[in-house]
């Protein structure tokens, strides 16, 4: 269907008022001469030659893709990286992985995202549903009928089975005369309830129900609205509860780059030493690098309130919000961190409730403290503030900026892969695709199972419209996720991969035009895809 037609006058069709309208403009311009009265209804009609609307289709179209040039042709959109550890909103950077505005998968800050073809944003054509309309003769015929007639058709639907017939056509008419059913005359209000008694009765039952939806702050913005869980839900049959070592090994698996297994070893240990701070923060830092935010922010919350003064997690878990696409909660996390931080914690103003400030108010009071921390020694660098404005920045998206606070913070800490990843991210959501690219190969160098970076990775190969490494990129961090199962066979745990990266995966081999192949990712069948993209 073209546009044309979508906004033409079949849809919303021109109303009765409209349709004289045109008359009488067709007319004026044949009669010469006409009363005064007849120029004000005339100038009446002109001004209102346009039906009603419920919004404003032109402007609707000025924000929809031509989807009407070039046929069969496609054009892939850019899809943006994340900074940090899966962040997924729209204010994210490409470093934290989040959603981004120009790509379908939300980017986050630590993960750049991408935009579907213009092809799968095509819309369908409405279906040819036919709307039959009661004829007034009908309506009075059935408020004219009684009892008796209704009572008849009611036992002639079910005459095929007599004793169900009988059974219901009963309890019809002691329904009728219990006085629950009224089939007397409908102009009859005796019996009916005002409209302001059914408005009051509805607003008394859903009562609960309104309140939630009306109050916005209160539930809409939480973590639970969010799918944040107050419990970390741990895997099933984890054969690691049976090490006592599980945490020292947990490190070691780290070091290797295999961060299922470790993911493994700290929900170990987190379980055998519930009040470790340290078994939580390795827990949650790592689930952060599997592409695992929501169990991160479990993670890291329950760290933070064994031990407060853990100023790595306030950052991590500020990305892992970001990711989330819960921007609030990101710069109160920035705000913990100032606030345990010996060296800046005076920065912070008595007299300011930062939970009482909105969105806006709260991002420039957090920018504004954390540039205060930054010119306090303006001769050295302090790779942590640094790091915390790219993240503030870069939820602005205010991408400049937050690219010249990582590469301030790499000069300082040039063996961070996590710093690595957040500028790959910003710079890819910056439209600087091939910059970008060399930003997580430093991140993967230092740290080759760092799942995360790899997913960022595909992500700029498809906005570069490599599809086909993109898919050997995800693929590559998915067998990853696989390789902790495949060590523990006896492990009762389901599927540990992402599912944003399957969902990545399949879109590429659509616009790889694979589609069977697309069906095997529908499936999950890796070791088949492996065969296919000869990964090995």
Partial sequence: MSLNKLVGGDCGGNNSLVQLSNIVGRDAAITQQMSQSDRFVNEFMAQNTQAPQTFNMNALLKN????????SQQKTS?????LMPNMSSQMMPPWMAGPSSSYMPHQHMLRPMYMPPQSMMHQHNNSNLQIQYMEESDIQKLENSDVKAKAQEYVDTVKNDDELAYNQFMSFMKRI????????????TSQRKSRD??????AEKYKDEWAKLSDVTDYWNTEAANGIAQDYAFTEGNVMLENKSALEIGKEKLKMGDIPGAVLCFEAAAQQQPDSAEAWFLLGTTQAENEQDPLAITALKKSLEIDPRQLEAYITLAAAYTNENMPKYAFMALIDWLRASPKYS???PQDIDPKSLDLKSLEAHVKSLYLKAAQLNPSLIDPDVQNALGVVFNISQEYDKAVDCFKTALMVASADSKLWNRLGATLANSERSEEAVEAYHEALNLEPGFIRARYNVGITCMNLGAHKQAAEHFLVALNQQYKAKSMFPDSTSGDVSSSTIWTTLRMVCSFMGEHDVAKLVDDRKLTELNTFFQIE
């Fill in 197 to 202: 008694e059914i408005i009051d009765e509805m």
């Fill in 346 to 348: 005076d920065l912070l």
């Fill in 64 to 71: 929809m893709p031509e989807v009407e040039k070039g046929g």
């Fill in 177 to 188: 005369s219990a006085g629950e059913l009224n089939l007397g005359d409908p102009t009859e």
């Fill in 78 to 82: 850019t899809i943006k990286p994340n």
